[in-house]
T-cell receptor, first 115, second 115 residues
């Protein structure tokens, strides 16, 4: 099992540019989460998908952030336009939603630096 | 200037000692708890979980204890090794019908194991 795959692993961009982060969940998992981790705020949930449908996006900071899940094996998190305060590590996690387990499995993360 | 971030609790132990990492959770209705280990530059990695109908669960070299009376969770690591050095996060799941199993993460504890 390859685990959750994220790309790119590192992204450096300039303020105002569009950034797209990508995630491939574990095959067979039907729930996907996007998190952001910073020293200031720790690990924050941004958005949650179940069966490719966004269920809770209350953690998305503002309209500059958007996420899609066009199919069960792919999701994107887009920031447009990016700002220096968006610099963080962004994690994708997936889970197989059944009553007997709630374990989320995390990807390696994308370290985003906005100059 | 110097940035202000989370001040994570720290625990330093000698190799071979047992480690105990503590976590206080907030929601008395939480029915599932999980410990993650995060090494530098990596995503959180599942260690062990426990449901609220249990007070103890053991894995390989790790034990999780749950005290619902005082809303306290602990992770015990036996014979701690340098490879155990990482940040450890506890997380709780709200069983509420609309929360879809959202995990709320603690701030983390830094464990340093000295050879």
């Amino acid at each position: 099992d390859a685990g959750v795959i994220q790309s790119p692993r590192h992204e450096v961009t300039e303020m105002g540019q569009e950034v797209t982060l990508r995630c491939k969940p574990i095959s067979g998992h039907n729930s996907l989460f996007w998190y952001r981790q910073t020293m200031m705020r720790g690990l924050e949930l941004l958005i949650y998908f179940n069966n490719n449908v966004p269920i809770d996006d209350s953690g998305m900071p503002e309209d500059r952030f958007s996420a899609k899940m066009p199919n069960a094996s792919f999701s994107t998190l887009k920031i447009q336009p990016s700002e220096p305060r968006d610099s963080a590590v962004y994690f994708c996690a997936s889970r197989f939603l059944v009553p007997t387990t709630d374990t989320q499995y995390f990807g390696p993360g994308t370290r985003l630096t906005v100059l | 200037g110097e940035s202000v971030g989370l001040h994570l609790p720290t625990l330093s132990v000698q190799e071979g000692d047992n480690s105990i990492i503590n976590c206080a959770y907030s929601n008395s209705a939480s029915d599932y708890f999980i410990w993650y280990k995060q090494e530098s530059g990596k995503g959180p990695q599942f260690i062990i979980d426990i449901r609220s109908n249990m007070d103890k669960r053991q894995g390989q070299r790790v034990t999780v204890l749950l005290n619902k009376t005082v809303k306290h969770l602990s992770l015990q690591i036996a014979a701690t090794q340098p490879g155990d050095s990482a940040v450890y996060f506890c997380a709780e799941k709200d069983p509420g019908g609309t929360s879809y199993g959202k995990l709320t993460f603690g701030q983390g504890t830094i464990l340093t194991v000295h050879p």
